[in-house]
C-alpha cells in the first residue's frame, strides 16, 4: 500500500534559528519548508502546495513594526483565503492580536514558545484546512452531481479500494463486497453498477437477513399463481427485475444450505424456474453479493458451501472501517451535514476545531451509518449553524475523554518476554530483527491492525512503521 504523503507546513522567519527550531520540532510529522522574506515565501507557495503557513509578525525590512508581518498575512489570505496562517509574535499585547485575527490569522502563539503548543496548533491548523478543502469540493461534486455513488473520502485505503471497483466494474466478474455493518458496502455495490456498461440497466438490491426465511425463495426467484397459500397472482422474483442489469445480494451468509445449493445452480447456468413454475427463464445479470460476517470460517465451519463461496469470491472488494480511516470522518461529517441541513431545512453547518477532534478520536463500532445518524442528530438540535463538541452524544464524549487522558503505555515488553522468544544462540543483528518485530506485531494486535495508532503507541512515524512491515514480513 502507498503511504500517505506529508502535509506541507511554510514556515516564515527571518531568523534562521527560529526556522530551524519549528523545522526540528515540525518534520517527524509534516514536510518542513523554509522563505526568510515575503518574495522568498510567495514563490513557495506559487510552486508548492502549502497545507498551514507560519509567520513571524516582525520581518524585514519594518522590523521595527508589524507591518510587513501583516502584509504577508494579507498576501497568503488574497491568494488562497482557506489557507490557515499562524502568527509568531513576541508582543503580548490586545492590540496586536486583535490586528492579527481582524485580517484573518487562523492562530497565535507567543515568543518564547513551547514545542508541544506549536505542534498543537499546528495540527488543529492542518485538519482544519483538509475539511475546508473537502467541504469546497464536495459542494463541487453536488453542483456537479458526481458523489461517486455517495462514497465520500480520501484515504489512501478507500481510493485504493475505489480504483479497484473502477477496474472491476468494466468486466461482468461476480464481486463479493465484505466489511463490518455500516461501512458502506450497497453504496459500493451501486458505484460499480453505475459506471459499468450495465448502467442503463435496473440495480436490484435484496437484504437476504430481512426477510422470513419461507419467503426467500419467492423473493429472489418468482412464483406462479397458486405456488402457495396466498400467491394469487404470478409474480416475478429480483432475479427477473435484474435482467440485464445488476442484482445485489447483502446479507449473504444468512442464506439457508438448501437456498446455497440453489443460488449456486443460477450462478452456474444463469438459469432458474420460478416456484411453482416448470418453465427454465434465463437471464443476463452480474451478481454482487455483500456480507460482514467471514465466510471463509463459514466454509470451515460447514454453515456456508465451499464452491458456492468460490463463485461469488471472483473479485473481493474489503471496505475498512471507519477507525482505520480516521482522516475520512470530517470529510464524511461535512458531507452529511449538508445532507441533513437540506433535509430539515436548517442552514448549512460548519465545525469548531474541538467538534472535528472528537469525531476523529472516536471508534465508530457503527461506522458510517453510526456517524451519519450522530451528525444528523446534532444539526437537527443545534441553534447555531456552527456545531460545537455539546452536541455529541456522552458516548463519543467519553470514549474521546479516555483517549485524551489514557496514560501512554510503552509498547516495549520487559526482558523476560524477549528472553522467552529469543533463542541464547542467535546473533545480535538477527534477535534484533526479531525483537523489533515482534514489538510491531505486538502493538498491531493491541491496536486492533490500525498502523496509524500503531506508529502512535511505538512513538515512531507512520512512514518509519510501513518500512518495518515491509522490510520483516510483518503479517496484519
Known amino acids: 500500500m502507498s503511504e500517505e504523503p506529508k502535509q506541507t507546513v511554510l514556515v516564515i522567519d527571518d531568523h534562521e534559528a527560529i526556522r530551524k527550531q519549528l523545522f526540528w520540532a515540525l518534520e517527524d510529522n509534516y514536510r518542513v519548508l523554509e522563505a526568510a522574506s515575503r518574495q522568498e515565501a510567495l514563490k513557495k507557495l506559487e510552486s508548492e502546495q502549502i497545507d498551514a503557513v507560519l509567520c513571524d509578525l516582525r520581518m524585514p525590512p519594518a522590523e521595527s513594526d508589524i507591518s510587513e508581518g ?143 426465511e419461507s419467503l426467500v425463495e419467492s423473493e429472489l426467484f418468482g412464483h406462479e399463481k397458486g405456488a402457495f397459500t396466498g400467491a394469487s397472482t404470478r409474480r416475478q422474483g429480483r432475479f427477473e427485475l435484474a435482467d440485464g442489469g445488476t442484482l445485489f445480494l447483502d446479507e449473504i451468509g444468512e442464506l439457508t444450505p438448501s437456498m446455497q445449493v440453489k443460488l449456486l445452480r443460477v450462478l452456474q447456468e444463469r438459469q432458474f424456474e420460478r416456484l411453482g413454475g416448470k418453465q427454465l427463464i434465463s437471464v443476463d445479470i452480474r451478481i454482487i453479493a455483500a456480507t460482514n460476517r467471514n465466510l471463509e470460517e463459514m466454509v470451515d465451519n460447514g454453515q456456508f458451501r465451499a464452491d458456492l463461496y468460490y463463485r461469488l469470491n471472483i473479485v473481493n472488494l474489503e471496505l475498512p472501517p471507519l477507525r482505520e480511516r480516521p482522516d475520512d470522518t470530517p470529510i464524511l461529517g461535512t458531507h452529511f451535514a449538508a445532507k441533513a441541513a437540506a433535509k430539515h431545512g436548517k442552514p448549512t453547518a460548519t465545525f469548531t476545531t474541538r467538534f472535528i477532534d472528537r469525531l476523529i478520536q472516536y471508534r465508530w463500532p457503527g461506522n458510517i451509518r453510526e456517524l451519519e445518524n450522530v451528525i444528523e442528530r446534532a444539526v437537527v438540535i443545534s441553534n447555531s449553524p456552527v456545531l460545537d463538541e455539546n452536541l455529541l452524544p456522552d458516548k463519543v464524549l467519553s470514549q474521546a475523554n479516555t483517549v485524551q487522558n489514557a496514560p501512554q503505555q510503552s509498547a516495549v515488553p520487559q526482558l523476560e518476554l524477549i528472553n522467552g522468544i529469543l533463542p541464547p544462540d542467535l546473533s545480535f543483528e538477527t534477535a534484533l530483527q526479531n525483537f523489533k518485530k515482534q514489538l510491531v506485531r505486538q502493538a498491531l494486535r493491541e491496536c486492533n491492525s490500525s498502523r496509524s495508532e500503531a506508529a502512535h503507541r511505538l512513538k515512531i512515524s507512520r512512514q518509519y512503521l510501513h518500512r518495518l512491515i515491509n522490510e520483516l514480513h510483518v503479517e496484519g
Open 70 to 212: 501583516l502584509a504577508i498575512l494579507e498576501a497568503v489570505r488574497s491568494d488562497n483565503p482557506l489557507l490557515p496562517v499562524i502568527v509568531i509574535t513576541g508582543d503580548d499585547d490586545r492590540e496586536t492580536a486583535l490586528k492579527v485575527v481582524q485580517r484573518g490569522a487562523y492562530d497565535l502563539f507567543y515568543k518564547p514558545f513551547k514545542v508541544d503548543e506549536v505542534e498543537i496548533i499546528v495540527k488543529r491548523a492542518v485538519q482544519h484546512y483538509k475539511l475546508l478543502k473537502a467541504n469546497e469540493n464536495l459542494r463541487k461534486l453536488i453542483i456537479q452531481g458526481d458523489l461517486t455513488g455517495g462514497i465520500v473520502g480520501s484515504s489512501p485505503i478507500l481510493n485504493k479500494i475505489i480504483d479497484q471497483a473502477r477496474a472491476v466494474a468494466e468486466t461482468s466478474a461476480t464481486v463479493l463486497i465484505t466489511g463490518e455493518s455500516g461501512t458502506g458496502k450497497e453504496m459500493l455495490a451501486r458505484f460499480i453498477h453505475n459506471i459499468s456498461p450495465r448502467a442503463h440497466g435496473p440495480f436490484i438490491a435484496c437484504n437476504i437477513a430481512a426477510l422470513p
